[in-house]
């Protein structure tokens, strides 16, 4: 695909936030690094990583809590949905807009986290990690995006693998099957450790392996015993997903994998892969489908979505170009 794909799309990208900019230069035109990091930069001191960090508490965490908000009442979350506005959620965020670990505010951000914030369950410091799979593999993700050793909580994820290969972070509670959400929040913290540590380890990668084989066998959303889907949410689109699972974002995963490791896509993701394309709108973008309800420092379009236009140019760039 040249880099002419979907150009007016890819203009009207290149005017939004600077996350945005800066990624779809990087991911969509393939400009030089000397070009896409100027932009890359500003997402410190403009535009939505602006914000974000314009509500960072003095101790480095965000509404007073590493996973709830300090003032998250008892019943909120029925009447209105989950709060997104706490450190982890946030840190998350942060990462996906593409703050550059090397700024400022990162380093600063990962030391205070580090000294003042802990868990709600467990009372252990954050970058310790927690006791749920799920919340586990986004402070993996995280914190080897933005230079910390999170090799002891990687260590417990590993130890957590079920027999079929994935996560659940319903494992305490008797589930005895993997579940796709918590198996790619893992699969996308095991790779950044990859990232970060040139190369993991033999189990962590042995692990990897293992979770894409459990999403690859149901070609992304299907049902391993009838073929159905999993869940007709899996097909609709969304950003940010915060810990739900659909096929643009399992997508956005194996692409990133391949472009760590050199590894062809899989045939088996074609299905998905067409499914992304076929909800492209007549005018190059795409829409998320629905949003999730719940207080956030953020409120993203929509109709077109940005995001959701990035995510899908990239992995199709990639598909169209590399695919066997």
Not at 160 to 184: L, P
Request: aromatic share 12%; proline share 4%; charged share 30%.
């Amino acid at each position: 695909m040249s880099s002419d794909y979907d150009y007016p799309a890819i203009q009207w990208l290149l005017v939004s936030d600077p996350s945005i900019r800066w990624q779809a230069m990087r991911d969509l035109l393939d400009k030089p690094e000397a070009e896409w990091s100027i932009e890359r930069s500003k997402v410190e001191t403009e535009g939505w990583g602006s914000e974000l960090l314009s509500h960072q508490d003095a101790d480095g965490a965000w509404a007073g809590g590493a996973f709830w908000p300090r003032d998250f009442p008892d019943g909120e979350w029925k009447a209105i949905g989950q709060p997104w506005t706490a450190t982890s959620f946030v840190l998350t965020e942060l990462h996906e807009l593409g703050l550059d670990p090397a700024s400022e505010s990162a380093k600063r951000t990962v030391q205070l986290v580090g000294i003042n914030c802990r868990w709600e369950e467990g009372n252990k410091l954050f970058w310790q990690g927690e006791t749920e799979e799920c919340i586990n593999a986004r402070t993996v993700a995280d914190g080897a995006y933005f230079g910390v050793d999170v090799s002891g909580i990687v260590r417990l994820l590993l130890s957590q693998r079920m027999g079929d290969g994935g996560w659940n972070c319903e494992r305490e509670k008797g589930s005895v099957r993997s579940s796709f959400a918590s198996t790619i929040s893992v699969l996308e913290g095991l790779l950044e450790y990859e990232k970060a540590t040139g190369g993991g380890t033999p189990e962590s990668v042995a692990a990897r392996k293992s979770g894409e084989e459990y999403l690859l066998e149901r070609h992304l959303f299907r049902r391993l015993s009838t073929g159905e889907p999993a869940d007709e949410k899996f097909l609709l689109l969304l950003y940010p997903n915060r810990w739900r699972y659909d096929v643009l974002r399992a997508l956005e995963y194996f692409r990133a994998m391949a472009l760590l490791t050199g590894d062809q896509p899989d045939t088996r993701l074609e299905e998905a892969v067409e499914h992304v394309r076929a909800k492209k709108r007549d005018d190059g973008k795409w829409d998320a489908d629905w949003t999730l309800p719940g207080r956030a420092w953020l409120k993203f379009d929509n109709e077109p979505s940005p995001w959701v236009t990035l995510r899908a140019l990239r992995v199709l760039k990639w598909w169209d170009e590399r695919k066997i």
